[in-house]
């Protein structure tokens, strides 16, 4: 069959060339181009096609030909005109029009490769098409690329551009551009920036993107060109509930497990005292849970919590939590959106082992000044975006804080009295576009929280993160990120509540980070990444001080670690066809732990403890004490079954030099952060992940199921009952192990109509292994057992119901399988005490999770002339009132042990909170 | 239009005080209904082995369920084995305790190992252990202190000090002996000597047994730890091993405390390192002590994942006891009180067989003849208290113990 097809175009092709060697005369003499080519039409036996409005121009001819070939003819009255022509067998001309774009072309775009000759009748194939085009979709915009060049045709071009935010003229990241009917598409990069190979002729594209106006072109392709578009964002509609930007992407990126969140879309999901939390939201998606309400940080894909990589425009934000994990750290009107990795991590991102969280601040406006305020039960924040010097740059200004303390200082009730909850935090960027090609932006950001939970003692603790950002763009294909970044944490506790004991204890961490990424689009099939990026860690891992001049507290303080983590990263992403796209890379990672420090040396034979130490070595300043590192490698790859329909496999695996020291079973803000050294091995991880992405009904539906397999090494635990505070030998209480986990992930969407949202069901299981040769140095027996973590199963349901324009209901369903824990299983008294007996570790589960969550949402009316606008929401947070435990523990009362469970939210919690955006 | 705002902000400020009260419900604690039935039998070892010649002791029990009590672990073979080709065999006795038939004494440079079989067949072994060094305790003795809570007390401190700085890592204990004087005593007590439908005889008689002044008798409940790592000397200066508070009962008359001293191997300090940690809870409502079995030096010789609680140590030993006084250390200060609040009562003697309250309550053993009623008080012919406050007997031994000195 192919051979026939091929036969006739050849043949076709050549009957084209014959007609060229007829030669006709004509005379014009100031007439209109419709005229001449009705003349035309008349006198000769060519037929012409073509829309009346292209050729109403009043542009008059007077112009003669004798003897001349039709070609040329054309050329000439043509030539002022944007109509291009295309001679066709059946001595058929077709006009088309080319309004846009025309021959602006850089000379990249001409891939010396590609330029071979091709059959003329494939260019002209797509001509047949035009008209029915033209009949079925008036309102789409047709965009003419290119004007052919006779002897460079080919059968396919190269379509580029950049999309930008009309309003901010910021360039928009992750906008899907899809071609229809066909297996094409790609994403925009954060620079905007797309490449996508087109076949020559009609394509009808698409751009699509939550919270962003989708619009549809059909281009026409004559040659390679460029396509910019300025794009809408649509705020005035009460969205749905969607979680990813782009209604194919899912399909045709190469990467399994990434998610995309954006701020303002989860505003309308239900969460507890109204307070909107991107990463709350997160946990929905499967593969994403916490370990309770009270518990900070999540647990991806069966990972210890002290495993995600969680970025502030590229800066490590330790604590994304306030109060014990209940509310967001972060701003949610000064969030754009975030992308989260727990698949195949790109090459870029290296530090962590089970996923990357990377949210983007807001862009501010500079062009008007823009606001968004809101007041809910526990906080008041509000965002301000100010432009400075119009469409060049502009600050975005945030402040958030709960008045709760306020209110219970207010109350008249003493208990209430005594107790403190405060929080606050503060955000503010700077956005200067110094040219096209030069970028800045600088972004800090502040959080602090208080509170005391006992009456003697006060807890504190604060991040401060500080980055400056750097773009240049060489040219449309070449560009670099270079980034600054500081963060810090650190957590205070105050004791005050005896009379010579009391403390003040403190720790603090501090990063200062630089990096350097670059971007290289080779052709439209081949972009390179690469860059390096190294940090410099500062911890001062305790200090004890004593509170008042009448404390008998010795100063206490261990000494600061220091050390150096540093990565270089190349990858490629490469389109092999239209179905097969890869994208493989590499990173060295390598950590130094630098002195001042004193290691300790262990026997052995001997399981390691304070009193195994067999030698010490001092090392001075900057001294490297203990490298690791080694290579990480990241592969991702797509095949595309049908344009709605792909098979992924990712791969990855990673280096992490930072644990957090906990021996709570769930995380908590007074973890510490311990960098590897002599005795203390990095963290590593591998994961398999397998996919198939589907959309159905015009992307009405998505649906992607995906396994992975993960496997991990020197996984930090502790002995039972260690002491982790102002410990000085660490490792002696510390067990490295491995870690087991493996899992399903379903998730459906529904991203358009009325009702929309997302279902998502995990089944997965995450197993530890602490084996040693010494029966102290394991954990039931050096066997593997479920983590602290493993909730096999894991149901999250999502529901928007839009009534109106206005009115809209929402609904979270959660299920969870309850945490393991362990239990005593007995008494026995040893010692003359009775003691309690425990289980084997996490022999046992807490009860089932399960949480109900309805939310009703108004939108303000929408008239176009309105100042403001405003949204409420009222929600019902646990509407079942469901006692969820979040932790059950065991206390001996009057000789008989008793069994408690401590629950955060046990009743239903109702908010209002009230939105006003300008 | 004002109206409908006024309606909303209402509603907003009665969320934010809503809202307020939830904050402090957070991690509300309720009983947990879902007690694990799982109740894990498990074999639990206690025993002590020291340099001193004695007939040493090695106690055996298993794990009871919550509510239940003490269950003696019987008809066990128990023998020590040393590395020198002994054998030291136990007998049982009462309750789960199984003495050494023959006296003998743990010696530097042997190995002992424990060696079980219970009724069931089962063998268990502990590790070998071995004496550190020879222990030395200094001295002991008490100082008027404060504790934590500022409450006013007596401190016992010990000094300990090994010149050849081999000891390190030290265990304490304590018993305590007190003196216990009955404050509502009186020689005499009331019997019923008959009972009739209409008349019963009451008889007044010397006691038969001494009820006034007893001898009380506790040890520690808490696990004593210290050690000297870290210090340039193996030295422990002004360590405090106990606290009693100035109001504690058991100073009301003379006091005295043993302090025993052992010296620990590394793992059996920190076996009893992690026992302590755990024992101790978390005030945090946000996050729980990871709990978990803790493995002891005792395993099954066949099948080593089973679990076996308890430890069998060989220790070196040192003991002090010394005597105290209330007065010696607060001088004109008001006694501590008794250990119960005592009345006095005059139950009557009306009523029919069997109803008749006076003697209903000696028949019951729950009074004690204190006088006779000469109009003192409203009610029956005597005046009668309670058995904990005219017999010493309720709270301790009426054998005055050997080491008593006055």
Known sequence: MKKVILLILVFSSYIILGQEKENYSFIFSNIYLKDAILKIEEETNFKFYFANQWV???????????????????????????LNYFLKKDNQIILTENTVIYNELSSGFFNENEKKNRSKKQNSAPFLSIRKAQQ????????????????????????????????????????????????????TNQEGFYTLELPAGINLIETQALGIESIKRELVLYNNGILNLNLEEVTED????????????????????????????????????????????????????????????????????????????????????????????????????????????????????????????????????????????????????????????????????????????????????????????????????????????????????????????????????????WEHQFNNENSVRLKLSNSNYKFGIDYDGSTTSNFRQQYKIDEKHLKLAFTSVINSKNTFNYGISSKYYTVAPGEKKPLKSSDLTLPFKLNNEYALESGVFFSDSYKFNEKLLIDAGIRFSFFNSLGPKTEFDYAEDQPKSVYSVVGTNDFGRNEVTQTYGGPEFRFSGRYLITDTFSVKLGYHSLYQYLHTLTNVTTAS?????????????????????????????????????????????????????????????????????????????????????????????????????????????????????????????????????????????????????????????????????????????????????????????????????????????????????????????????????????????????????????? | MIKTIKFLWIKITKSISLGTYILLL????????????????????????????????VFLSRSYPFGG??????????????????????????????????????????????????????????????????????RLYAEKTYDDFGREGIG???????????????????????????????????????????????????????????????TSSSIILNNTLGLSEDRLEKFQVHFIRKDDPKLQHRYSILVRQYVQSKETYSFFETLQGLSQGSENIFSEDQPGFIEGNILNTNNSSENIAGYFQVSSTDEERIFLNFNDFFEGSELPPYFNNCNLTAPITDGTRGNRPLLNLIYQDEVRFYQYNFGVMEGGPFIMVSPECGDCTTFGSNKKPSFWVE
């Open chain 1, 56 to 82: 109403n121009d009043e542009i008059k001819i007077s112009q003669s030909f004798e003897n001349k070939p039709i070609n040329l003819i054309l050329d000439s009255i043509l030539k002022e005109t944007d």
């Open chain 1, 136 to 187: 079925k979709e008036i309102e789409i915009v047709r965009v003419t690329i290119g004007k052919t060049i006779i002897g460079e045709e080919k059968d396919s071009y190269i379509l580029k551009g950049i999309i930008r935010n009309s309003r901010t003229g910021a360039p928009l990241e992750n906008i899907n551009i899809l071609v229809k009917n066909k297996n094409l598409g790609a994403v």
């Open chain 1, 238 to 469: 009460l969205d749905e509930v969607i979680l990813s930007v782009s209604a194919l992407k899912n399909v045709q990126n190469a990467s399994t497990g990434t998610n995309f969140l954006e701020s303002e879309n989860t505003k309308n999901i239900p969460l507890v005292m109204g307070e909107r939390d991107i990463l709350k939201v997160a946990t929905t998606l499967p593969g994403i849970s916490s370990a309770g309400e009270g518990a900070s940080g999540f647990n991806v894909r069966g990972g210890k919590s002290d495993q995600n990589l969680i970025l502030l425009d590229n800066t490590v934000l330790y604590n994304p939590a306030h109060f014990f994990g209940i509310f967001p750290a972060l701003n949610p009107f000064a969030i754009e959106d975030i992308s989260i990795y727990k698949g195949a991590i790109p090459a870029r991102y290296g530090g962590r082992l089970s996923a990357v969280f990377d949210i983007k601040s807001k862009i501010p406006s500079k062009d008007k000044i823009k606001g968004e305020a809101s007041l809910g039960p526990v906080t008041a924040n509000a965002v301000l975006e100010i432009p400075i010097k119009k469409n060049k740059s502009g600050v975005l200004i945030g402040g958030r804080g709960a008045y709760s303390d306020w209110v219970l200082k207010s109350l008249n009730d003493e208990k209430l009295n005594s107790s403190t909850a405060n929080f606050y935090d503060l955000i503010v960027g700077y956005h200067h576009d110094i040219s096209k090609k030069n970028k800045l932006s600088a972004v800090a950001y502040l959080s602090k929280d208080e509170f005391s939970i006992t009456s003697d003692s006060l807890y504190g603790y604060n991040n401060r993160l500080i980055n400056l950002k």
């Open chain 1, 669 to 918: 803000p007074i973890d510490t952060w311990k960098l590897s050294d002599r005795n203390i091995k990095p963290q590593q991880s591998s994961q398999f992940s397998l996919g198939v992405y589907k959309n159905f009904n015009d992307n009405m539906y998505e649906l992607s199921i995906e396994g992975f397999h993960k496997n991990q090494e020197n996984l930090l635990d502790f002995k039972t009952g260690a002491s982790l505070l102002l410990n000085e030998q660490i490792e002696t209480e510390v067990l490295q192990g491995k870690g087991m986990s493996y899992g399903a992930e379903l998730l459906i969407r529904k991203n358009k109509g009325k009702l929309s949202g997302w279902l998502g069901y995990t089944y997965s299981r995450s197993f530890q292994k602490f084996e040693s040769q010494f029966r102290e140095e394991q954990i039931n027996g050096g066997e593997f057992f479920p983590s602290n973590f493993d909730k096999p199963h894991d149901f999250s349901l999502v529901m928007n119901y839009k009534f109106t324009q206005r009115l809209s209901l929402s609904s979270n369903v959660i299920y969870q399988t309850g945490r393991p824990v362990t239990f005593p299983v007995g008494n026995y008294s040893f010692n003359q005490s009775e003691f309690v007996l425990y289980s084997d570790r996490n022999q046992f589960r807490i009860p089932d999770y399960f949480r109900i969550d309805l939310g009703f949402n108004i939108e303000g009316s929408h008239k176009l002339k309105k100042l403001a606008h405003s949204f409420w929401s009222i929600s019902v947070y646990n509407i079942l009132g469901r006692n969820n435990p979040y932790s059950v523990f065991f206390v001996s009362q009057n000789g008989e042990v008793k069994g408690l469970q401590s629950t955060i939210f046990g009743v239903a919690v109702p908010s209002i909170s009230y939105n006003l955006k300008f």
């Open chain 2, 26 to 57: 957070i991690g509300c604690v309720t009983p947990f209904n879902g007690v694990p039935s799982d109740f894990e039998e498990v074999l639990v070892v206690e025993s002590i082995i020291t340099q001193e010649y004695k007939k040493h002791e």
């Open chain 2, 69 to 138: 009590s003490f269950t003696p672990e019987k008809n066990a073979v128990v023998q020590v084995n040393d590395d020198r080709g002994n054998t030291y065999t136990f007998e049982e006795k009462s309750n789960g305790k199984y003495l050494a038939s023959d006296e003998f004494s743990a010696s530097q440079n042997t190995n002992y190992t424990l060696n079980i079989t219970t009724a069931d067949g089962e063998n268990y072994e502990s590790k070998p252990q071995s004496l550190i060094t020879s222990a030395n305790l200094d």
């Open chain 2, 156 to 218: 016992i401190y010990i000094d300990s000090y090994d010149p050849s700085s081999k000891s390190k890592l030290y265990r304490f204990d304590f018993e305590e002996t007190y003196k216990i004087v009955a404050p509502l005593w009186s020689p005499y007590d009331a019997v019923v000597v008959n009972e009739g439908r209409s008349t019963f005889d009451l008889s007044v008689i010397l006691r038969e047994r001494e009820e006034q002044v007893c001898f009380g008798y506790g």
